[in-house]
Structures are given as structure tokens and as C-alpha cells.
């Protein structure tokens, strides 16, 4: 057992209720605010958008939610998903360290996108939905929608950002193939895009208007509602499969993590592989170092501002806590699509202000560099988002080197790269630039900020 590559869970170890971290805080998150109000939403508001079971599951404060039968079976495709120990990643350092991840490269989509996008078309198809608006960054939660919506008999519209749509192309294809409908964003289809299109017809996108793209169809069309592929706690806690997972799979190994890495775009991969280990400790268990890992061209947790802000850049969604870079900022078009949005899930962001996780930020040349280092020595070629948790566990692994010290560290491999070869093909040829932020762009979008008594 010692020389164990892979723990494998049978499938009757898939995990039976998702685990809601905000139970085990010492304190709760800041309440969701009507923009035009400022006082807290409730469930009516967001009714246009969601189906009531998602709504619940967004303010419960319940520990653990039971995941539906129909959603557990379609998890058993490909879930429990393989934890790796990364053996000759960690022979390659010298390091004496050891790497676990956790590989949601398995799903049909290739990443842990699917295990929202399933239990978000199950609900939607319980309340009798038919049509799902929603944005898609690299298009890994585009093609999960897609796919869980072809399993629910629902038709589904991804906005994708132009950026992304122009590097992706078989990204597009796949949601076709699924059935979907993807369109690049901004587009002329909503008064949103529209609005940005007229002062730049050549506007790369961003996540922020690509939601409110698709906000803005489900809001004005009553037979439509919109999903969030990250962000929200229901998002966060469908994803806590993963973390649950890997426990058990650690147990199997006679390890328990001292270190935990996630790369963080809206934080959903993140927190499901953290929180429940997060959960753990705040019930006395052992103490975890757990570290996301962001973008330097996009760094919400680590430059961004813990304020009110929308969620979106058309101002249509209600107002979130949450650490942000300002609604209106555009990040530029590096190749980890998946990343470039200007905030961060208020369930993360509140855990950073309490103290229960750390932040780093990675230039994409160095993440690629970790992420062709840790292709040669394990095979599988990381997403570019995946690339800053390889970096971030790779670092840690080297720390270990130079102190001497001998710490489990366990990330998150959320997704591959095969559909994203271009972005290597441009780090091989050079052409992969460190992109900066506008500075003076981030200070108009902080200034912006909805201001909000305290
Ligand atoms: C492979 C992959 N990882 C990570 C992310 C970032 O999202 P999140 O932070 O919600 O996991 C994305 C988003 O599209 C993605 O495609």
C-alpha cells in the first residue's frame, strides 16, 4: 500500500449530502443586498432568476443537504473522481513533501463544472424549466450546463467571452454538440451587450458582462432562468463532493492534509475541495494551511477590495460582500479564461477576512511553466486555470525542500487542457506575455464602488 499511485472510492462511497460550511462559522457572512434598497434580499427576489430549491439551498444554514437520487446517479459516471499521489512530480523536486490531487479532469466535460451544472439542471427541470441563460469564461461551465442540460431535456444559451470564444473555438463546438446555443460576448443581443459594443466594437468581454448578459435574457423572459457556474454558496456547496471525497480517499492513504491549494476564479473548485476540511477544523479537528491561488492580471483576493459590489458589470444582479476589483474592470485576455472575474465568492472572501485561508497571485508564465513541469512528470496536461494550483503546490513542495520539513499537501486538479493546446502552443513559441492591469482602470472601478452604509 505504501507505493500507491491512485486511491480509487467504489461508488457506493459517492457522498450522500453536500456539506454547507457556513454552519460551522464562527460568524455568518454579510447579507445579500437589494441594490436599490440596500436592505437584505429575500428568497421572492431572487425568484425571477432561480428555481426556489436553489434559493433555499443559497440561505440554508443547514450542515448537510441531501443531493437528490437523479443527481447522485449521473455523479456516478465518473464520480467518485481519482486522488493521485504525484510521485514522480515529487521526485522531480527532491522534495520531501507529499503531493496529492484530487483529478476532476474525469467528468464528461473535464472539470468539476459538471457536479453544479447536474444538480442545477435537476432542480430547474423539477420546477418544470425549459430554457437556462447563462455565461461561460473558458467554457468549461458552458459545455457542464450544456451537457447537464441535454441530460434534463432543457435548452440552454451560453454567453461566452469573446476572448475566449476567438481562443476556443472546439469549446463552442462541444456545447453545440450538447445541444446548446453559444454566442460570444459581448453581443448585439441584449441591451447590455449592446451598450458596450457601441463604445468598443472590439471589446474582449469579461465575465462580469457575460453575466449580465444572460441575467438580463432570464430577467426579461419569463419561460427562462438564469445559472451561476460559481460565485453563490449553492454553487460552492454542490462542489463540496470533491473535499468530501478526498478525505476518505487520504484516510485510505493514512494521511490527513497539512497544506490545501485551489486556484481561485469565482471559488467554487476551490471551496469544494477546502471547505470540508475547513469544516472539520472549526469542529476541533486539525488545523489546515489552505491557500488560493489567483491571477496576478486579475488578483480580487489579493488587491481587490472586501466592499459591496455587484456581480455582474450591467448592474443587474443584487449587491454581494465580497472581495473585488470593481464591477466595471476589465481583466486583460490571458489564457485562463475561467479566472478573469473581478470578484470573489462571498463565502471565500468572508473566510479570508476571518482568517481561515490565505491568497497568492501567480503571473500566467510561471503558471505554465509549473504546469509543463508537472505534464512531464504526470501525464496529464493541467487547464491554465488548473496551472495556478499546480504552481501554488509546487512552491509549497519546494518550501518544504529548503525547511526540511516533511507536509502532506493536497490541491485541487479542477480540470485539463485539452481544449486549451493554443495557450501552450503560445507559452512553447514565447507569445505568452505576462499581461498587467490597467492600474488606473482598477482605481476608476474601485472608485466606483455602490456605496453602502455600514
Ligand atoms: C478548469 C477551471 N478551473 C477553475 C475555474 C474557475 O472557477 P471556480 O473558481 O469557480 O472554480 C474554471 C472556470 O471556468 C475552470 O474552467
Same mark, same amino acid.
Given at each position: 500500500m505504501t507505493d500507491s499511485v491512485k486511491y480509487v472510492l467504489d461508488e457506493s462511497r459517492l457522498p450522500k449530502r453536500? =456539506?454547507?460550511?457556513?454552519?460551522?462559522?464562527?460568524?455568518?457572512?454579510?447579507?445579500?443586498l437589494h441594490p436599490g434598497t440596500k436592505q437584505p434580499v429575500g428568497p421572492d427576489d431572487l425568484a425571477p432568476l432561480f428555481p426556489m430549491a436553489l434559493i433555499l439551498q443559497e440561505v440554508s444554514t443547514e450542515r448537510e443537504i441531501d443531493i437528490p437520487e437523479p443527481v447522485r446517479e449521473i455523479y456516478r459516471q465518473w464520480r467518485p473522481s481519482p486522488l493521485f499521489r504525484a510521485r514522480r512530480l515529487e521526485k522531480t523536486l527532491q522534495t520531501p513533501a507529499k503531493i496529492y490531487y484530487k483529478y476532476e479532469g474525469v467528468s464528461p466535460v473535464g472539470s468539476h463544472k459538471p457536479n453544479t451544472a447536474v444538480a442545477q439542471a435537476f432542480y430547474n427541470r423539477e420546477a418544470g424549466v425549459r430554457k437556462i441563460s447563462t455565461e461561460t469564461g473558458a467554457g468549461q461551465w458552458?459545455?457542464?450546463l450544456a451537457f447537464a442540460g441535454a441530460l434534463f431535456g432543457i435548452e440552454v444559451k451560453v454567453?461566452?467571452?469573446?476572448?475566449? =470564444?476567438?481562443q476556443k473555438p472546439y469549446r463552442r463546438a462541444m456545447m453545440e454538440t450538447y445541444g446548446a446555443k453559444c454566442i460570444a460576448s459581448p453581443s448585439p443581443e441584449t441591451q447590455s451587450g449592446r451598450a458596450i459594443l457601441e463604445k468598443n466594437k472590439d471589446h474582449p468581454g469579461s465575465l462580469g458582462i457575460a453575466i449580465s448578459e444572460a441575467v438580463e435574457v432570464a430577467a426579461t423572459n419569463d419561460d427562462t432562468k438564469y445559472a451561476l457556474g460559481s460565485v453563490l454558496n449553492h454553487v460552492l456547496m454542490h462542489q463540496t463532493v470533491l473535499g468530501q471525497e478526498a478525505m476518505a480517499q487520504l484516510e485510505m492513504a493514512g494521511d490527513y492534509p497539512d497544506i490545501i491549494v485551489g486556484c481561485t476564479g469565482g471559488g467554487s473548485n476551490f471551496a469544494g475541495i477546502a471547505f470540508p476540511f475547513i469544516g472539520a477544523q472549526l469542529r476541533g479537528g486539525r488545523k489546515v494551511q489552505v491557500i488560493a491561488i489567483e491571477p496576478a492580471a486579475c488578483p480580487s483576493l489579493t488587491r481587490g477590495k472586501y466592499a459591496y459590489d455587484f456581480g455582474?458589470?450591467?448592474?443587474l444582479t443584487p449587491l454581494v460582500k465580497m472581495h473585488t476589483l470593481g464591477s466595471t474592470f476589465t481583466p486583460p485576455p490571458f489564457h485562463a479564461g475561467g479566472l478573469r472575474y473581478h470578484g470573489m465568492a462571498?463565502?471565500?472572501?468572508?473566510?479570508?477576512?476571518?482568517?481561515?485561508?490565505?491568497?497568492?497571485?501567480?503571473t500566467q508564465s510561471e503558471v505554465f511553466s509549473a504546469g509543463v513541469q508537472f505534464a512531464r512528470a504526470e501525464?496529464?496536461?493541467?487547464?491554465?486555470?488548473?496551472?495556478?494550483?499546480v504552481k501554488g503546490a509546487i512552491d509549497e513542495a519546494l518550501r518544504c525542500k529548503t525547511e526540511g520539513t516533511q507536509k502532506t499537501i493536497l490541491f485541487n486538479l479542477c480540470g485539463h487542457g485539452h481544449f486549451d493546446m493554443q495557450a501552450y502552443t503560445d507559452y512553447f513559441s514565447g507569445r505568452l506575455a505576462d499581461q498587467q492591469y490597467d492600474e488606473k482602470e482598477l482605481a476608476m472601478a474601485l472608485a466606483g464602488l455602490p456605496s453602502v452604509g455600514a
Open positions: 453536500w =456539506y454547507n460550511l457556513i454552519a460551522d462559522l464562527p460568524s455568518p457572512p454579510p447579507p445579500v458552458g459545455s457542464a454567453f461566452m467571452v469573446r476572448v475566449s =470564444y476567438d455582474d458589470t450591467g448592474h462571498p463565502l471565500v472572501s468572508h473566510c479570508q477576512e476571518l482568517g481561515l485561508l490565505t491568497s497568492k497571485a501567480y501525464g496529464i496536461i493541467p487547464a491554465p486555470e488548473a496551472n495556478h494550483a
